[in-house]
């Protein structure tokens, strides 16, 4: 992001740095990652950046090339940010440092996954391996957000939206679907608590969440 601060260094990962470097920055490019956003969504999705900072940060992502404004079509017509087709490339990027910041023994076991954070997770630890044979599709009702995901060939696409004739609905909120796919609660329980509603194909629900293993954890000071 435009800034007077640089690492002044002709490597191309330290001018990276300078473009993308500065503290939520790379935040804010995971938060449009799923699609444009508005000002008050980002800061609902970024709730610990102040307004002032967020409103830097854009800038600065906007004079870097990375994000962009636009304005949704009529009748909403709210002012929106959204990523270039650059900025998008990041995405590779976030889902390597996930990749690699998960293996952490240091990372905080509490904190909260957001709604974004949890879906592009799923992007991050989905195990082709995991989803042999499997061939589904998907919504995901998480609040008043919806997502469609369709397994199929070893692959997950997944995105923000209404999914078409899916195989199964899941109804639910991110903490407890985080809770199924990453800290071992199992589906009966969640359905008897009413924290899940499930229609449709329960076993295809069941093996989703059996196809993002997280890996085992760094072993540092060795």
């Known amino acids: 992001m435009a800034t007077t601060r640089t690492y002044d260094d002709g490597c191309a990962a330290a001018h990276a740095l300078d473009l993308v470097g500065e503290r939520w920055a790379l935040l804010v490019v995971r938060e449009l990652l799923l699609g444009p956003k508005r000002f008050t969504d980002l800061r609902a999705g970024l709730p610990n950046a102040s307004p002032n900072v967020l409103a830097q940060r854009l800038r600065g992502l906007e004079a870097a090339g990375v994000v962009r404004r636009g304005k949704l079509p009529p009748p909403a017509a709210s002012k929106i940010y959204e990523l270039t087709e650059w900025g998008k490339d990041l995405e590779s990027v976030i889902i390597s440092l996930g990749r690699w910041g998960v293996r952490s023994p240091s990372k905080p076991p509490d904190a909260a996954l957001g709604v974004d ?17 499997l061939g589904a599709s998907y919504e995901l009702r998480l609040g008043e957000e919806s997502f469609r995901a369709e397994v199929v060939g070893g692959r997950l696409e997944i995105e923000r939206g209404s999914a078409d004739a899916p195989d199964a609905v899941v109804e639910t909120d991110a903490g407890t679907l985080a809770a199924l796919v990453y800290d071992k609660l199992e589906l009966d329980d969640a ?17 989703l969440f059996t196809l993002f293993p997280l890996p085992a954890p760094a072993s540092v000071g060795v």
């Open 117 to 133: 954070s949890l879906i592009l997770s799923f992007r991050t630890m989905f195990d082709p391996e995991r989803a042999e044979g």
């Open 191 to 207: 359905l008897r608590s009413g924290g899940i509603e499930v229609e449709g194909d329960r076993e295809a629900v069941e093996r």
